[in-house]
């Protein structure tokens, strides 16, 4: 025999004994361990139609197998174990995990293969998709909400708490049967409700019944309690109720509490459900996670009903307990947001009032009026200054020399590259001419202040701006806010525009608390709101401008990175420097356009008024400015579309501090 024939006959008889040898050692392990991986795949994948079934049809336990699931409205992680065989029966663990809600649900099963010809099939039954489970039962979930965690003002006082109410509308024991139908018509006229419906509610509820129409905060001029008894039947019952102050107490700032709409379910990657509450606006919706805490859960099996009128048992399969949400503490002051949102509740125009502690920083109230519409005037608005910017302009030229008694140049008219400034109607002629800085302050010669702008650069407006507190971050407010946009260059007009806080110059309400309570504190304010904002991820605490004076923001409006940190190039304003801008400030209210302040009762009230142009019309429309120091007190006061901030914000705030006391 050849080499060649020996070493392949050597060859052939090595590959028999080998193939041998693992038909003597193949006890099926191997294809039991697949079929389980398989089953445990097709189970997590929620499909088991291409898998051999035994003791059912694999169509039928994949029709199960979705039902029983269906309402856990997810897909779980489902692993094999160690498989046991005894000849032709494995045996082995299903480890099932699940993420329900916030909650993680993990057991084991039992599952059971048989070999038949050369395929291991699965025996089906319920139990092999949750222990205990019994034909015909399926798998659903109870969310048990958590307490929504409160939002309190200063000095952990609740702003939601039980409050008296009136709940009207017909007590059917009160009025005879035939004639319930009169009074119902005649209760939803009176509250302004949809009479056919109401009358539907009151006839189909039993004769002792008592038909809730509306809850009332207080009787009102419409709603009276001789008018409510004056129908048969017509019935107020005295309550309490969880409410806040007022029904739209702090609403743009605070936000909102309502069930998560489509959109917002859909944006929430997988933490909300249908059903759920959440904030909608505001701190509601910025700290909703911190808020809202994480809901239990319950996952039950539920019987499948085969009688009319059955009333099928449930098992419950796995509880988690809720975890109630977090309190967020505020600097807000009740009595003055309150009195803030009552002194706007007569203007039209968008409008705001924000008042400062300037010792502190705390944001004591932050109203945006009724015309805002639900927008937070208060904080996100972006508008031109006006002449409250002359506070920043001072302090300017004090860090070039100037003095509240150096001597200014304010013409009646003044031009540049073509563009022709002036002062406001009324402008009094005894400050027309070469007067005091103070004077001109008082006064708001903006001819002044624009003829300065040769020897106040533009980044020397910039520079004055941060260091009284505006446009650079708020680290601690704790809240979406715009602070304010002052441009490091311009040049011509541009530059002069700046000068009476116009061009590209923005502010919000809060940014012109800040610039006034900063002179207050003699040192740069940073404003607080919410005081434990670091409990919960926050998104922002700045804004960038818009670019014009809208104020709607735009789709980056919440960016704090646009704003710099107190930069280390600019010098904070200083308790002298401070001191000169409260003399200025001061000087507005003894000799100046705001005199009707000099009787505001208690410290010295120190202001500065501001006009800004906006629009196109002709003559334009005018934002109408006043902020003041009073104390320990700093307020900003605006009016969108308001004419003078003397004549229009200025009575507001004199309202306001008077008030606040």
């Known amino acids: ?105 993990e057991y084991s099963s039992e599952a059971t293969l048989k070999k038949a010809g050369d395929k291991w099939a699965v025996q089906w039954t319920p139990a092999l998709l949750a222990p205990e489970l019994s034909e015909g039962e399926t798998l659903s979930v109870k969310t048990v909400p958590a307490q929504r965690g409160q939002i309190l003002g200063a000095g952990d006082a609740p702003i939601v708490e039980d409050r008296p109410v009136f709940r009207v509308g017909i007590d059917k024991t009160k009025v ?73 107490f702090a609403r743009a700032l605070l936000g909102s509490v309502g069930q998560a709409s489509a959109e917002q379910i859909e944006n929430s990657n997988g933490a909300l459900r249908a059903g759920d509450t959440t904030g909608t606006g505001g701190l ?21 009903v085969k009688s009319e009128g059955e009333t099928p048992g449930t098992k419950v399969f796995f509880t988690s307990l809720p975890a109630p949400g977090t309190t967020l503490k505020t600097t807000l002051d009740l009595k003055l947001q309150q009195l803030a949102e009552e002194t706007l509740a007569g203007v039209g125009p968008a409008s705001a009032i924000v008042a400062l502690k300037p010792s502190t920083g705390a944001v004591l109230a932050a109203a945006s009026g009724p015309g805002s519409n639900g927008y937070n005037t208060a904080m996100l608005g972006q508008y031109a200054p006006g002449s409250t910017f002359k506070i920043v302009d001072s302090l300017a030229m004090f860090r070039n020399g100037a003095t509240p008694d150096s001597k200014v140049e304010c013409p009646s008219t003044l031009s540049v590259d073509g563009r022709t400034f002036k002062n ?18 008082a006064h708001s010669c903006n001819t002044a202040f624009i003829n300065a702008r040769d020897a106040v650069s533009q980044d020397q407006l910039e520079s004055a701006a941060q260091a009284l507190g505006v446009a650079v971050e708020a680290p601690k407010l704790g809240a979406d806010a715009f602070l304010g946009s002052v441009p490091g260059a311009a040049e011509g007009t541009e530059h002069a525009a700046s000068m009476i806080g116009q061009g590209k110059v923005l502010f919000s309400p809060l940014s012109a608390a800040v610039m006034a309570a900063s002179v207050a504190n003699g040192a740069p304010v940073s404003p607080q709101l919410v005081l434990n904002a670091d409990a919960a991820p926050a998104t922002t605490s700045g804004a960038t401008p818009g670019g014009s004076g809208s104020a709607t923001p735009s789709a980056d409006s919440a960016t704090a990175s646009a704003l710099p940190a107190s930069p280390a190039s600019t010098k904070p304003i200083t308790k002298e420097e401070a001191t000169s801008l409260a003399d200025m400030m001061r000087a507005v209210v003894t000799s100046g356009h705001a005199g009707f302040l000099a009787s505001v009762p208690g410290a010295p009230v120190g202001a500065k008024t501001g006009t800004a142009e906006f629009g196109n019309d002709n003559p334009p429309k005018t934002h109408a400015w006043i902020v003041a120091t009073h104390g320990d007190l700093a307020v900003a006061v605006f009016v969108e579309d308001g004419g003078l901030g003397a004549t229009t914000s200025g009575p507001l705030l004199k309202t306001f501090l008077t008030a606040a006391g």
């Open 424 to 441: 406001a109607e009324g402008y009094p002629e005894s400050s027309l001419g070469s007067v005091a800085l103070r004077d001109a302050f």
């Open 1 to 105: 025999m050849g080499k060649l024939k020996k070493h392949r006959l050597v060859l052939g008889l090595v590959s028999l004994v080998m193939a041998g040898s693992l038909t003597a050692c193949d006890d099926g392990r191997a294809g039991a361990e697949g079929a389980a991986k398989q089953l445990a795949s097709s189970l997590a994948a929620l499909d088991v139609g291409q898998l051999a079934v035994g003791g059912k049809d694999a169509a039928a336990a994949n029709e199960q197998l979705k039902a029983v699931f269906e309402g856990l409205d997810a897909k779980p992680s489902v692993e094999s174990g160690d498989v046991k065989l005894d000849g032709d029966t494995a045996t082995f663990p299903l480890k099932y995990s699940w993420n329900i809600g916030s909650a993680k649900w």
């Open 284 to 304: 509601q919706q910025k700290y909703d996670s911190l808020l809202r805490g994480k809901d239990g859960v319950e996952v039950r099996a539920t019987p499948e």
């Open 176 to 248: 005879p049967a035939e004639q319930a139908d009169a009074s119902a018509r005649a209760m939803a006229a009176l509250l302004g409700l949809d009479a056919e419906e109401y009358a539907k509610q009151v006839a189909a509820s039993g004769p002792q019944a008592f038909v809730e129409g509306i809850v009332l905060r207080a009787y009102t001029a419409e709603i009276t309690a001789a008018k409510i008894e004056a129908i048969p039947g017509g019935s107020s019952i005295l309550d309490s109720m969880a409410l806040a102050p007022t029904r739209t």
